[in-house]
């Protein structure tokens, strides 16, 4: 401003004149020059007078250049978190806020979290140019969390899907990431008992957390906890349960007890099923016989299975003491056709 002050009091320092005088020497050519000189340096004076572009001030907790942070923590986005803006106006405060830009790893920041434990910037732009850049490590001392251990069932003598293991925990991380490593126990699928698993979530920075759950088997008996059928041979009863929980029973008739045909007792699994199959055999005495049933679902080889006998009239009680089935677990048509839409091969039968 001193400088702009000189130069146009140096102008007026020539001799002095009248003012016609001096409107005739600056309307000369060679004196149109100096006219344009002072409207130019006037319009600056103006520009500086009138100029929204205020100096920006650190905030004193920004006046370090790096930081150490934890993740997910959010990046503010806004100046007025970095620079000292109380004193100014708010056209000055807009101006500032129009022409400034903050960059996460070089990308607007938008209010984002960290993304990732380790080594990051955080720049201000200003105006175009590089204002103030920080260098951000990022540390996670969260360890992860188990969202979920779930125990698994088993009957005796028949193992699990190995792979349902895996599918007993569940685990969430800050950081987004989660490696689950299970210790899988031997376990007997002969003795009933409980088998503990152990599981180990970890994140990609090292933080570990450990849970457990339990297989569980146990020894084949009405109620247990499961999805399987159940069949009753002193009750000549079928229960069909689902998660411990029965959602369908009905009398049946097994194997003929005094003819030698007696239903075999154990622990099976469906092995198929099938409509619409004609059964044959052999009677004691040796003729063929052809049964035809509706719904068929084996349960030990192709001999035996849980069937539809629209030929009985009754079922339950002692019928199978005298004319029972030859081995098969027959059925009333319509718990059968239930039975046979409920269940899917692999689900146990335990027939006691």
Known sequence: MKRITYVVRLYFSCETKD???IMNDLT???NRS??????IIAAAMCMLLCSCDPVLSLNPKYSYTSFTLDLGQDVPDDIAEYVDMSGMSPEEAQFVRDNTAILYDGEPANDKSFSSAGDHTLTIMYRGHQYRKYDILLTDRVAPVFTDTTDLYAIQTIPLDESLIDTMFAAEDNSGEVKITIDKPDIDYNKAGKYTVTAVATDPSGNTAKAEANVIVQAP???????????SISQ???????????????????????????????TFRILYKGRNITLKGRED???EYESF?????????NSYGLHDATWRGNFGGNIYQGAGSHGCVNMPYASAAKLYGMISPGTPVLIY
């Open 285 to 287: 005495n040796g003729d």
């Open 293 to 301: 049933v509706s719904y068929w679902m084996a349960f030990l080889g």
């Open 19 to 21: 003012s016609a005088h």
């Open 236 to 266: 000549q009863h079928l229960t069909y349960f689902v998660d411990g929980t029965p959602v369908m029973d009905c009398p049946v008739v097994t194997g003929n007890t005094l003819a030698g045909h007696s239903t075999p007792r154990g």
């Open 34 to 39: 100096g006219i344009l000189i002072i409207m």
């Open 28 to 30: 000369r050519p060679h």
């Open 221 to 231: 008996d009405y109620g247990i906890y499961g999805t399987y059928v159940f069949v």
